[in-house]
């Protein structure tokens, strides 16, 4: 059974860029959460979606911040015109349907320069 | 008042002895919380959950709940070096789906 997969492990991007984030959940989940780490601080609540719904994006920033699961494919994480304070681990984490528990990706490491 | 509060840490302890590393929460309508252990640069990884009142056993983990103190914790015993990693304590918010992290426990278990 492959875990919950993300890519890019790494991605730089210049100041002004966009960054796009994928991930696949695990099978049979149907639960997406997305979550930003700092260096040396804990994860901090994105988003939580289902198939084609977002669910609670209480943790999103208001600007330049997007994500979607659509009912084919990944769910994506979109940061427009990216900011050094971007620079973050974001990882993502899929839960089976009437659950709580996640399960996490290896993460994406982005760096913007 | 953080949502999830953790000592940050470090917790040292010897090879062999137990840990115990606690987590109080501050919302009454929570109704799910976990344990996830994460090694450095690495992702959390779900060790333990429980959702009643009292002990849950898992191997050399044990959780305990007591939602009228609003306290959580995690006990491992016979502690390896293995076991040295940033543990994070989670909540569900409301008893909804939205999880609060704590910024986590660093333990050492020295050989």
């Known amino acids: 059974n492959a875990g919950v997969m993300q890519n890019p492990r790494h991605l730089v991007r210049r100041r002004g860029q966009e960054a796009r984030l994928r991930c696949s959940p695990m099978?049979?989940?149907?639960?997406v959460y997305w979550y930003r780490q700092l260096p040396e601080e804990g994860l901090k609540f994105m988003v939580y979606?289902?198939?084609?719904?977002?669910?609670?994006e209480s943790g999103m920033p208001k600007e330049r911040f997007s994500a979607e699961f659509p009912k084919e494919g990944p769910s994506i994480l979109r940061i427009q015109q990216v900011v050094r304070g971007d620079s973050a681990a974001y990882f993502c984490?899929?839960?089976?349907?009437?659950?709580?528990?996640?399960?996490f990706g290896p993460g994406t490491r982005l760096t913007v320069t | 008042q953080k949502e999830v509060e953790q000592n940050s840490g470090p917790l040292s302890v010897p090879e062999g002895a137990i840990a115990s590393l606690n987590c109080t929460y501050s919302?009454?309508?929570?109704?799910?919380f976990f344990w996830y252990r994460q090694y450095s640069g690495k992702s959390p990884e779900l060790i333990m959950f429980?959702?009643?009142?009292g002990d849950k056993e898992d191997g050399r983990f044990t959780a305990q709940l007591n939602k009228a103190s609003q306290y959580v914790s995690l006990l491992i015993r016979d502690s390896q070096p293995s076991d040295s990693a940033t543990y994070l304590c989670?909540?569900?918010?409301?008893?909804?789906?939205?999880?609060?992290f704590g910024a986590g426990t660093r333990l050492f278990v020295k050989a």
């Open positions: 984490a899929s839960s089976p349907p009437d659950t709580y528990e996640q399960y």
């Open positions: 099978k049979g989940h149907s639960h």
């Open positions: 979606l289902q198939k084609e719904n977002i669910i609670d």
């Open positions: 919302d009454r309508g929570s109704q799910s």
């Open positions: 429980i959702y009643s009142n």
């Open positions: 989670a909540v569900n918010k409301g008893g909804g789906f939205k999880t609060i």
